[in-house]
C-alpha cells in the first residue's frame, strides 16, 4: 500500500483496512485548483495538514467544494520535497480520540505544494501566478508567532529583514518580505482584494501579520522599491488581515502511530529530519476536538466553510474566544505541564494529569486563577471549554504529546497566557493581584527550567526559544548544589521580571517580583526541591 495516486488507485485494500479515501477525482480537483485557486495557505507542517487540509477534504467528500487548497512552505522547503512530492500531495491524518478509537484518513485536498523560495525562480513565480489570480480569495498561516516578527529577543533588526528593507520587492528572503512581495504582485495585477488569515495560536494574531506586512509596504514605498498607492492598498480594506482563534492539539508523529499504520500495510513510512531539524511524516497525528473562530472580514468573499465546521463572526467575540483560551482555558494549562513536565522528567502530557501535584495545580491556574477575570464569548463556553480540557482532552492517554515540544518558545507566550490574567487582577475593582499563587509559581517554574536541569540534578536540553541567550544567563550561576537566598534570586533576576516582553507587566510595578523569587528559591533548593514546593503549594 503505497500513499501516491497510483497506490490508492487500489481503493478496495485500504478500505478493507478502515482508511476513508478521497471520494472526489483528486486528479480533476487539482486541476480546477490550478486553474481557479482560491485558497493558498503558508506553513506545511502538522497543523495544517491535520486541520485545514482535512476539512477541505471533508467538504470535497460532500460535494460542498469543488477546489482543494494550495500550500507553500517558507521556514524549511525541504518539507515540500521529502514529504509532499514523494506521496502526490497525499497524506494520512490519524484522529486519536479519546475512547481509544481512531480514524483514518488518506487526505488528498492540496492541489499544489510550492516551496516559498525566492532563489527558486519557477515555484516564486507560480506563488506570483496564483497571488494575481481573481480567484484567490484567502492566504492563511500556521508559521507560529516568531515567524511575524522583524527584529530579534533583543529587538534588534533581523539581518534579513533589514536587508529586505533596502532591497525591494524582487527577491526578499525574510518570511514576512515574501508575503509582502506576493501581495505586492497582487497589488500591482490591479489591487485585487484578498483576505490575509492567520491561523497561528498567538493573540491578536491578524495584528502581527499586519504590522510585518504593512512595514514592507511603507519602507519600500518610501525607498522607492514599490509603486506609490501600496502601502495605501494594504491599509484600504481591500486587504483584510482577521483575526482568529485555532485550537487542536496535533503532536509530532509518533512512533507507535507509524507502527499501526506498518501493520496495515502502508509502505515509505520512514520519517525524515530536515537541514532545519523539522521532523516530518507521510502521516499526521491529532486529537478529535478543533476549534477555528475567524472574524468574518473577507473583501473577496469566501465559500461556506461553516459547513466544513469553521466559526465565523466579528473581531469582539474572536477576541473573546481567543482571550478566553489562550490566557486561561488551555493554553496556560499546557504552559503548566510543559515547564514541570520537563522539570520532573514526564514525556506524556496525558501522563502528568495522573500526577496529583500537578493536576491540582492546573486546575487551580485554570478554574481559580483564570476564569475569574474570563469574558464568556457568548459563542462558546468557558467553563464547559476548561471541563473538556482537562477531563477529556489532556488527559487522553492516546495522544502522544510531550512537554518538551510544548516547552517551545515559552518565553514568546507567557504574556499572553499568564500576563492578561494578572493584569486583569491589577485592573479589577474586586480580585487582588497578591492573591495570585500559582501563576506566579509557573513563573518561577519557568526561570527553573532555564537552569536545564531537572528534579533529580540532571542536564536535559533547553527547547528553542528565540530569548534564550537574553535570559538564560541570569541563572546560569545558580546551582542546587548551593542555592542562594531569595534575596539574592532577587538580585539575580531583576531584569528579567521587570521585562514586559516576557511577562506581559513588570513584575516589581504588580507586586508579584518577591513571591517569583521565593518560588523560585524554593524550587532550587537541591534535588527534589520541585516535587517538595509543588506539594507545598499546589498539593
Known amino acids: 500500500m503505497k500513499l501516491n495516486l497510483q497506490g490508492i488507485a487500489d481503493r478496495q485494500k485500504w478500505e478493507e483496512k478502515g482508511y476513508h479515501l478521497p471520494q472526489y477525482d483528486v486528479k480533476k480537483m487539482a486541476e480546477a485548483t490550478k486553474a481557479n485557486p482560491f485558497w493558498i495557505h503558508f506553513g506545511a507542517g502538522n497543523l495544517f495538514r491535520a486541520f485545514h487540509a482535512n476539512v477541505v477534504q471533508g467538504m470535497l467528500d460532500r460535494g460542498e467544494l469543488d477546489r482543494g487548497l494550495i500550500v507553500a512552505e517558507g521556514f524549511d522547503p525541504e518539507i515540500i520535497e521529502k514529504m509532499y512530492v514523494p506521496h502526490d500531495n497525499l497524506g494520512i491524518a490519524v484522529t486519536l480520540k479519546s475512547d481509544g478509537t481512531i480514524a483514518k484518513t488518506v487526505v488528498g485536498s492540496v492541489a499544489e505544494a510550492i516551496p516559498l523560495d525566492t532563489s527558486r525562480e519557477t515555484s516564486y513565480r507560480r506563488l506570483k501566478e496564483i497571488f494575481q489570480k481573481n480567484s484567490l480569495q484567502m492566504a492563511t498561516f500556521t508559521i507560529t508567532e516568531k515567524g511575524y516578527s522583524l ?21 526578499p528572503a525574510s518570511y514576512m518580505g515574501k508575503v509582502a512581495s506576493l501581495l505586492y504582485a497582487r497589488f500591482q495585477a490591479g489591487r485585487l482584494p484578498i483576505a490575509m488569515v492567520s491561523t497561528d495560536n498567538c493573540s491578536h494574531n491578524g495584528d502581527k501579520l499586519y504590522a510585518a506586512v504593512a512595514a514592507f509596504a511603507e519602507k519600500w514605498e518610501k525607498n522607492g522599491k514599490a509603486e506609490a498607492g501600496f502601502a495605501a492598498y494594504i491599509r484600504s480594506g481591500q486587504v ?30 520512514d520519517p525524515a529530519v530536515t537541514s532545519k531539524n ?41 477576541d473573546k474566544v481567543e482571550r478566553m483560551k489562550v490566557c486561561t482555558c488551555l493554553n496556560p494549562l499546557h504552559t503548566c505541564l510543559a515547564i514541570f513536565g520537563c522539570l520532573l522528567g514526564y514525556r506524556k502530557i496525558s501522563d502528568e494529569m495522573n500526577d496529583p501535584e500537578l493536576k491540582k495545580l492546573v486546575e487551580a491556574v485554570g478554574y481559580t486563577e483564570g476564569l475569574p477575570v474570563v469574558t464568556d464569548p457568548g459563542i462558546l463556553n468557558p467553563k464547559e471549554f476548561i471541563d473538556r480540557v482537562l477531563k477529556i482532552r489532556i488527559p487522553n492517554p492516546f495522544m502522544p504529546d510531550t512537554p518538551q515540544r510544548i516547552a517551545t518558545d515559552t518565553s514568546q507566550k507567557l504574556a499572553i497566557r499568564f500576563g492578561e490574567t494578572v493584569k486583569a487582577y491589577a485592573a479589577s475593582e474586586t480580585l487582588d493581584v497578591a492573591s495570585l499563587k500559582l501563576i506566579p509559581l509557573v513563573f518561577a517554574g519557568w526561570l527553573r527550567y532555564l537552569m536545564a536541569v531537572d528534579d533529580e540534578g540532571n542536564s536535559f536540553q533547553l527547547n528553542p526559544d528565540p530569548f534564550l541567550e537574553t535570559v538564560c544567563p541570569y541563572v546560569a550561576g545558580w546551582s ?37 523569587c521565593g518560588y523560585f528559591q524554593e524550587l532550587s533548593a537541591g534535588k527534589g526541591a520541585v516535587r517538595r514546593t509543588l506539594r507545598k503549594y499546589a498539593g
Not at 294 to 317: C, H, S, V
Open 151 to 171: 527584529t530579534d529577543g533583543k529587538g534588534e533588526p533581523l539581518p534579513d529583514a533589514a536587508a529586505d528593507f533596502a532591497a525591494g520587492p524582487e527577491k
Open 240 to 269: 483584510s488581515f482577521t483575526w482568529s482563534m485555532i485550537d487542536k492539539i496535533t503532536p509530532r508523529p509518533d512512533a507507535s502511530v507509524e507502527e499501526l499504520l506498518r501493520k496495515d500495510g502502508v509502505e515509505d513510512l
Open 278 to 318: 523539522t521532523y516530518v511524516a507521510p502521516f499526521v497525528n491529532a486529537e478529535e476536538t478543533e476549534y477555528l473562530v475567524i472574524e468574518d472580514a473577507f473583501p473577496n468573499g469566501r465559500p461556506e466553510l461553516e459547513k466544513g465546521g469553521l466559526m465565523f463572526t466579528n473581531r469582539e467575540t474572536v
Open 480 to 516: 542546587l548544589e548551593a542555592p542562594g537566598t531569595s534575596a539574592e534570586a532577587e538580585a539575580v533576576l531583576r531584569p528579567v521580571l521587570e521585562n514586559q516582553k516576557i511577562f506581559g507587566a513588570d513584575l516589581y510595578g504588580l507586586g508579584l517580583a518577591e513571591k517569583v
